[in-house]
T-cell receptor, first 111, second 118 residues
Framework: SQTIHQWPATLVQPVGSPLSLECTVE??????LYWYRQAAGRGLQLLFY??????ISSEVPQNLSASRPQDRQFILSSKKLLLSDSGFYLC??????????FGNGTRLTVT | AQTVTQSQPEMSVQEAETVTLSCTYD???????LFWYKQPPSRQMILVIR??????QNATENRFSVNFQKAAKSFSLKISDSQLGDAAMYFC???????????????FGTGTRLQVTL
């Protein structure tokens, strides 16, 4: 069966520091991968998605970037965090026309 | 572009009773998919139920069922015999078809917080 791992679960970082969140999927090949952000008490906003290695699509201009160095690995990064980057980040995967399956999320607090 | 609207920020239901959460959507796609996700306090997103737009029959998963009205672009979730563990945020979402080499994005509503009381 397929599983998705996302880490770390919680992260507290100072403003201006770098960020790296990692997500890996097991048990499937060539999944579509997604990064979503959820601000406190609000819905989910799509940040990036990827259909294959090295292929990244960005939904909103921001301080973040994403990379997919391997088929089942998706990384969310920032060179310098802003206070507004705080939130709950969710990685997800799907196959063609299937539902999205989410990781457990990372709670990021920028101080 | 797809939009999803959930007009009920909060709902409350007594244990063992039935509750219906509302959702309307708008899409230009002729083929699409609709979902309800549950987000408990742990904040994990859990798929509750899915509906393919081309299917006329309403989806059912145990105590969860949907009322899919395609012409009205309405997709409500009914929870029967509510349990304390059903307390959570519920998100309605839509997704267009995926072609080879593309990814279809999931668009979420703003959520409905469901409280279950004794």
């Amino acid at each position: 069966s397929q599983t998705i791992h996302q880490w770390p679960a919680t992260l507290v970082q100072p403003v201006g520091s770098p960020l790296s969140l990692e997500c890996t999927v097991e048990g499937t090949s060539n999944p579509n991968l997604y990064w979503y952000r959820q601000a406190a008490g609000r819905g989910l906003q799509l940040l990036f998605y990827s259909v294959g290695i090295g292929q990244i699509s960005s939904e909103v201009p921001q301080n973040l970037s994403a990379s997919r160095p391997q088929d089942r690995q998706f990384i969310l990064s920032s060179k310098k965090l802003l206070l507004s980057d705080s939130g709950f980040y969710l990685c997800a995967w799907s196959l063609r026309n299937s539902p999205l399956h989410f990781g457990n999320g990372t709670r990021l607090t920028v101080t | 572009a797809q939009t999803v609207t959930q007009s009920q920020p909060e709902m409350s239901v007594q244990e063992a009773e039935t509750v219906t959460l509302s959702c309307t959507y708008d899409t230009s796609e002729s083929d699409y998919y609709l979902f309800w996700y549950k987000q408990p306090p742990s904040r994990q997103m859990i798929l509750v139920i899915r509906q393919e737009a081309y299917k006329q029959q309403n989806a059912t998963e145990n105590r969860f069922s949907v009322n899919f009205q395609k012409a009205a672009k309405s997709f409500s979730l009914k929870i029967s015999d509510s349990q304390l563990g059903d307390a959570a945020m519920y998100f309605c979402a839509s997704k267009g078809p995926t072609n080879t080499g593309t990814a279809s994005k999931l668009t979420f509503g703003t959520g409905t917080r469901l409280q279950v009381t004794l």
